[in-house]
């Protein structure tokens, strides 16, 4: 079935980038997602890359994405402490409308 | 406009208890998906229902149940609770199936069986 994996923790200073990392094994997918969880609440879409495309750039957040890979990334530029959460890659196939998610990384954002 | 709205927030049950959950989810979103968040699990799916009817389940035992109703909101129901039951359960609503609408996630019950 689908898998998709995640390093569990990213520790970076304030100010730095932060690059977060997915692999997936689903060659069929479509849509990958980065959801944010902070402590306490539900998860929030970050941002969402169609299979077709390589990069998206929104604000402070790229995507960059190897569809040969498998991998997908997400960089978030001139990290804050408050971008200290769960972040969680997801993927839906083409034949399914149910996304598969990570495990979540837990980024620690430290002055 | 009202996000999705999880009730209760927080829930302590014994063991062979039964609880139910509940999700309302954004106003005219008739896609509603509810999970289980684990530290050891991560986030597992649990079931999809959209217009009433459930469209897909995850892989858990029956004593994991849910319904929809006509206005869209859904329960879910778990019957004799284990303590392994503990978590956060989440649920998202979409505005339909299709592979590009977004689902909104509600803050989740977290639930604690002792």
């Known amino acids: 079935g689908e898998d998709v994996e995640q390093s569990l923790f990213l520790s970076v200073r304030e100010g730095d980038s932060s690059v977060i990392n997915c692999t997936y094994t689903d060659s069929s997918s479509t849509y990958l997602y980065w959801y944010k969880q902070e402590p306490g609440a539900g998860l929030q879409l970050l941002t969402y890359i169609f299979s077709n495309m390589d990069m998206k750039q929104d604000q402070r957040l790229t995507v960059l994405l190897n569809k040969k890979d498998k991998h997908l990334s997400l960089r978030i530029a001139d990290t804050q402490t408050g971008d200290s959460a769960i972040y969680f890659c997801?993927?839906?196939?083409?034949?399914?409308?149910?996304?598969?998610f990570g495990r979540g990384t837990s980024l620690i954002v430290h002055p | 406009k009202a996000g999705v709205t999880q009730t209760p927030r927080y829930l302590i049950k014994t063991r062979g208890q039964q609880v139910t959950l509940s999700c309302s989810p954004i106003s005219g979103h008739r896609s509603v998906s509810w999970y289980q968040q684990t530290p050891g699990q991560g986030l597992q799916f649990l079931f999809e229902?959209?217009?009433?009817?459930?469209?897909n389940k995850g892989n858990f035992p029956g004593r994991f149940s849910g319904r929809q109703f006509s206005n869209s909101r859904s329960e879910m129901n778990v019957s004799t609770l284990e303590l392994g039951d503990s978590a956060l359960y989440l649920c998202?609503?979409?505005?339909?199936?299709?592979?590009?609408?977004?689902?909104?996630f509600g803050q989740g019950t977290r639930l604690t069986v002792v």
């Open positions: 998202a609503s979409s505005l339909a199936r299709g592979l590009n609408t977004e689902a909104f």
């Open positions: 229902y959209f217009s009433e009817t459930q469209r």
């Open positions: 997801a993927e839906r196939s083409g034949g399914s409308y149910i996304p598969t």
